[in-house]
């Protein structure tokens, strides 16, 4: 309804006013940001939503924060102490080398959590391209595009990015790229489908008519368009991304240390939960927590920019 | 209906293909032969095993004869363990995974369909909010974090339950079963949720509620059908997920599977070995996408009406 509307507006303020091409985009833009502030309105009604964002916003500060305000060091070890439950020192307990489980947690979040921002990136960046071209050309080289990301979708991903680990070594490197090439293909669906709307829409007509390329027209009029629904799922697809991470790094084949992350954590928790739980409890909670926000949020975030789209 | 089965089997003989072919170079790509041990072999030794193991040969006859060999059945001798064949090692660990997969999928289909469906009826009150919290809990708990959770709680506070092992004390099962279930119990009870609720609006059940049926029969004959067409389509996805929480289920309770095994091969650079579970868990999953699909046609009659009306 709200791309409908604001395309009749962008039709008529181009070709009445004649203005140049470059005030058409302000106004568009404007309007656009009345798009993304009755969103915000929507947002804001949802209290789960708003309490994970704040919940998200106040852990990721801590974390980016951790090496400043952090009384102890993420390797510091203290062996005379060993590990200890929690205790107002030690607000998590200690392991057994005495280090300081809270700092730990809040290293290992900056992993994690770049992990989940950067690999979803990756995905976000490769989908909304290959979505894109595919829906607007449309055609042949639409079908020979989704075809093979039929044929992707097919493969057994998981298993591939363990044998990339094994073959490759352990990298943080490989590991954003392996987890964004195989979250990049629903990406691609999603915004293909937005896209094959959109291309119908007057003020496509309208660039086209203006004799604009069509790498501007993608960029200006088409992607912008998709981005309610490819931000929706770039949020439902980070707690994906950092479950993957977690997954692999329990295993051991994620993250190594000395670098550390939450699936690292809970996994040498595992380990020695019978003897000391809090390092099994605190790593867990804190991923579960992260990824209820992330969904709650998602979830938010998907009624209130696409309220057409039906609750699962 | 048959042509829709032919046209996807053919499809899946290239997927299939590709997934053999990467596998197999990717793994010689692999930095370390799998003899490169912790002790040096000697020059002569080495060349024997290597000869024995086909490693002389070059990249494409080994490729060639690797290829022939899987269509006798045959995936060569393992690595790591000697005197073992890597097709005997997947068949001992096979019924093991197979069994725990059983279990876990019915622990999420029975869970899961019960509270999707109970709260599907009465949507947005108490009934509804507590099934699905619980089911967010479920989605957002990982399995790896699920396991030692309930093992520290049943298996070492209470000591109700066995904490690891496969068939060695009664109820070992248990535990293992409900830490891989869990997870997807809970997306089943969304799903199954989402489709109810989609089904119930719909004017056939008006009909059979007019009809004077029950409310039982409107629900279980008539509308759960429909209903639950969204958790068949989740199955075959699903299958690669269980297999994928098989790795973690099987390490944390030490379960002889075939995920441990995989897990354990990718740890020791058991090359045959990781070649031959992945082209065979890969081979399982492309198959239960089939499969999956195919049930979900059978149950809704206007896909397969699309699918046969076309030419």
């Not at chain 1, 568009?28 to 708003?50: C, H, P, V, Y």
């Not at chain 1, 550390?260 to 927590?289: K, N, Q, R, V």
């Not at chain 2, 599907?120 to 919290?133: E, G, H, R, V």
Request: hydrophobic content about 50%; charged content about 15%.
């Amino acid at each position: 309804m709200d791309e409908s509307a604001l395309a009749t507006t962008s039709l008529r303020e181009t070709l009445v006013s004649r203005a140049t091409n470059e005030s058409s985009q302000v106004k568009q833009f404007e309007k656009g940001t009345s798009l993304w502030a009755d969103a915000w309105i929507r947002l804001k009604k949802n209290k789960m939503a708003i309490a994970s964002l704040y919940v998200l916003l106040a852990l990721i500060t801590l974390c980016v924060l951790t090496p400043w305000i952090s009384p102890y060091g993420y390797e510091e070890q203290n062996l005379n102490l060993g590990a200890i439950p929690p205790s107002i020192a030690h607000w998590f307990g200690t392991d057994v080398f005495g280090r300081d489980l809270l700092t730990r947690v809040l290293y290992g979040g900056r992993v994690s959590l770049t992990v989940g921002f950067i690999a979803t990136s990756v995905a976000l960046f490769i989908g909304v391209l290959w979505g894109t071209i595919s829906g607007y050309l449309g055609g042949r080289i639409d079908i020979v595009m989704m075809r093979i990301v039929d044929i992707l979708y097919a493969l057994p991903f998981i298993i591939f990015i363990i044998l990339l680990m094994v073959v490759f070594g352990r990298s943080m490197l490989l590991l954003f790229m392996a987890i964004g090439a195989v979250e990049w293909l629903t990406m691609a669906r999603i915004v293909r489908g937005q896209v094959l709307g959109i291309r119908r829409q007057e003020y496509i007509e309208a660039a086209l008519s203006m004799g604009l390329s069509t790498p501007t027209i993608l960029r200006r009029h088409v992607i912008p368009n998709t981005l309610g629904p490819v931000i929706v799922y770039a949020t439902l697809t980070i707690p994906q991304v950092m479950l993957l991470e977690a997954f692999l790094s329990f295993l051991g084949l994620g993250i190594q240390p000395p670098q550390s992350s939450w699936g690292l954590l809970i996994s040498y928790g595992a380990e020695t939960m019978e003897d000391y739980p809090w390092m099994l409890i605190f790593p867990g909670l804190a991923l579960s927590i992260t990824l209820f926000s992330l969904n709650f949020l998602g979830d938010g975030l998907r009624d209130a920019l696409d309220p057409k789209a039906s609750k699962d | 209906m048959w042509r829709f089965i032919w046209i996807r089997l053919l499809q899946a003989i290239p997927v299939i293909f590709v997934v053999i072919t990467a596998t197999f170079f990717l793994i010689r790509k692999a930095p370390g032969g799998p003899f490169d041990a912790e002790k040096p072999v000697i020059p002569s030794v080495k060349r024997a095993l290597e000869a024995k193991y086909n490693l002389d040969q070059s990249m494409w006859e080994q490729y060639v004869s690797y290829i022939a060999g899987l269509f006798r059945g045959d995936m060569g001798p393992s690595f790591k363990y000697p005197g073992w064949q890597v097709e005997d090692l997947i068949a001992s660990g096979l019924p093991i995974t197979a069994e725990l997969g059983f279990y876990a999928l019915l622990v999420a289909l029975a869970v899961g369909v019960i509270a999707g469906v109970i709260a599907a009826l009465k949507p947005n009150t108490a009934q509804d909010y507590i099934p699905m919290s619980l089911a967010m809990i479920g989605i957002c708990m990982p399995t790896f974090m699920l396991g030692p959770l309930l093992v520290l709680l049943f298996g070492i506070h209470l000591e109700w339950l066995p904490i690891s092992g496969w068939g060695d004390l009664p109820g070992d099962k248990i535990l293992p079963s409900i830490t891989l279930g869990a997870a997807y119990a809970a997306y089943v009870a969304r799903l199954s949720r989402g489709g109810m609720l989609e089904i119930m609006s719909q004017d056939y059940i008006r009909t059979a509620r007019a009809k004077g049926l029950p409310e039982r029969v409107v629900v279980i004959k008539h509308a759960m059908r429909g209903g639950l067409i969204p958790v068949v389509t989740f199955l075959g996805p699903a299958f690669a997920g269980l297999l994928a929480g098989s790795f973690v289920v099987e390490t944390i309770f030490q379960i002889p599977g075939l995920g441990r095994f995989y897990v354990q091969a990718a740890f020791n650079r058991d090359y045959t070995m990781i070649l031959g579970t992945t082209i065979f868990l890969s081979v399982l999953i492309v198959m239960f996408n089939l499969l999956s699909d195919m049930l979900a046609m059978w149950m809704n009659p206007r896909l397969r009406q699309q699918v046969s009306g076309k030419r």
